[in-house]
């Protein structure tokens, strides 16, 4: 049963260009939850998806960042218009059930670069 | 913002010690994770301790919660060098809002 999957694992864009960065959950899981990690910190949440919709997005910039979870396909999260500042490693994570209670499982992770 | 904030944020130890780490928080929860990250990959799920648990054990790990103080521990017994990485505890609210801490980096020394 092969685990939550994201690709690429290492992504370099340059300022001004897009980024889209894919998520795979595991077998049966259908919610789906991006975070952000910055050098030197933890992880930060910012959107919760299941198929289709968007349930929690609060810690999501409200501009240039957007994702989605479709019907059939991974998972992706959308950074247009990169700056430095997008530099960082996304992780996503699955689980089996609603909300937060259930244990989620972690991709190995993006690390985006922006130059 | 963040919830948990783990204590200390790095440590050094010999191969055989014990490992203690601890995490504080500041609203009431529903549960309480503590997951490890080696260098460059992504989290591990560990132990779920719920509110109204005090003490789960997994192996060689312990965790602690004392809802009243706020503040969970975890253990590491018998320490290992591949035990060596960051370990982040995440709160979970009633309102289902998860948190992760900064982490505490553990060094295992052979």
């Known amino acids: 049963n092969a685990g939550v999957m994201q690709n690429p694992r290492h992504l370099v864009r340059r300022r001004g260009q897009e980024a889209r960065l894919r998520c795979s959950p595991m077998k049966g899981h259908s919610h789906v939850y991006w975070y952000r990690q910055l050098p030197e910190e933890g992880l930060k949440f910012m959107v919760y998806l299941q198929k289709e919709n968007i349930i929690d997005e609060s810690g999501m910039p409200k501009e240039r960042f957007s994702a989605e979870f479709p019907k059939e396909g991974p998972s992706i999260l959308r950074i247009q218009q990169v700056v430095r500042g997008d530099s960082a490693a996304y992780f996503c994570?699955?689980?089996?059930?609603?909300?937060?209670?259930?244990?989620?499982?972690f991709g190995p992770g993006t690390r985006l670069t922006v130059t | 913002s963040q919830q948990g904030e783990e204590d200390p944020q790095a440590l050094s130890i010999q191969e055989g010690e014990n490992a203690t780490m601890n995490c504080s928080y500041k609203?009431?929860?529903?549960?309480l994770q503590w997951y490890r990250q080696n260098s460059g990959r992504g989290l591990v799920h560990l132990i779920l301790i719920r509110s109204n648990e005090r003490e789960k054990h997994s192996g060689r790990l312990r965790v602690t919660l004392d809802t009243s103080k706020k503040s969970s521990s975890l253990l590491i017994t018998a320490s290992r060098a591949a035990d060596t990485a960051s370990y982040f505890c995440?709160?979970?609210?009633?309102?289902?809002?998860?948190?992760f801490g900064a982490g505490t980096r553990l060094t295992v020394k052979p």
């Open positions: 994570a699955s689980s089996l059930g609603q909300g937060r209670t259930y244990e989620q499982y």
């Open positions: 609203t009431s929860i529903n549960n």
């Open positions: 995440a709160t979970v609210n009633n309102n289902n809002d998860m948190r």
